[in-house]
């Protein structure tokens, strides 16, 4: 197989709670500081410069700041680190760092010194459809990822909400997994998003006690009805 087509393995990071570093304080680090938080990362940035939503967040107490330019040894303890610098020089530097000690890393617009990219994302709550290129093409990302928003709307969203809580409910029945494989297959029909779009609550309970039972717990639907309406 082509070494380009298998160099990068599609994988989801729970970050939340982990130290993360970006490297420059302008606009890009900025967008990169926001996806972070917006995970749950603990966010350091290093910069002799902040932008104003960065140094507003620096304010809040959201992010830690080291007031200067990257040194030899600041990915020490870094889970993961972005590089949103346009330094040549620097990104070399950060990138032989990351390498040594076996860090994630991410420098922006610059693949050959990443080891892993990040994908154009479409999310719907807890759903995330991701696209990526390898990072040959940025922008076909976008526009594929703005193709697949219009497609799947909030009512998705939702939809991912009911099936994790009957999800849980399923398991706690300790029932062989070859049965719970066939429950989730019947549960997951793919009209219940368009019943959700289209406001037919009763017949997505409906639906529900037909896979599990008249007994099936509902109290997910009103939940996740609320949220969808308030989305």
């Not at 080891?115 to 807890?126: Q, S, V, Y």
């Not at 991912?160 to 398991?171: E, M, N, P």
């Not at 719970?180 to 959700?196: G, H, S």
């Amino acid at each position: 197989m082509d070494a380009d087509k298998s160099q990068y393995f599609p994988v989801c990071l729970k970050i939340a709670g982990r130290r993360c570093l970006v490297i420059g304080g302008g606009r890009v680090g900025e967008r990169k500081v926001q996806g972070l938080l917006a995970h749950g990362a603990l966010v350091t940035v290093i910069s002799p410069e902040l932008s104003d939503v960065l140094a507003a967040l620096l304010r809040a107490g959201t992010i830690d700041w080291r007031d200067r330019l990257y040194q030899e040894g600041d990915l020490a303890g870094a889970f993961l680190v972005i590089a949103a610098t346009d330094d040549p020089a620097v990104q070399e530097r950060i990138h032989a760092e990351a390498e040594a000690r076996n860090i994630l890393l991410n420098v922006a617009d610059v693949p050959k010194w990443c080891n892993f990219i990040l994908p154009a994302t479409a999310r719907r709550g807890d759903l995330s459809i991701s696209v990526s290129t390898a990072g040959k093409s940025p922008a076909l990302a976008s526009t594929l990822r703005q193709a697949l928003e219009a497609q799947f709307g909030p009512e998705y969203g939702a939809l991912v909400d009911i099936l994790g809580a009957l999800r849980d409910t399923v398991l706690a029945e300790g029932r062989p997994h070859a049965e719970n494989k066939l429950i989730f297959a019947r549960l997951a029909d793919p009209e219940m998003a368009v019943w959700i779009r289209d406001g037919l609550w009763q017949k997505l309970a409906h639906h529900i006690q037909e896979v599990l039972g008249p007994d099936a717990p509902l109290a997910c639907l009103e939940a996740a009805r609320q949220a969808y309406q308030q989305s």
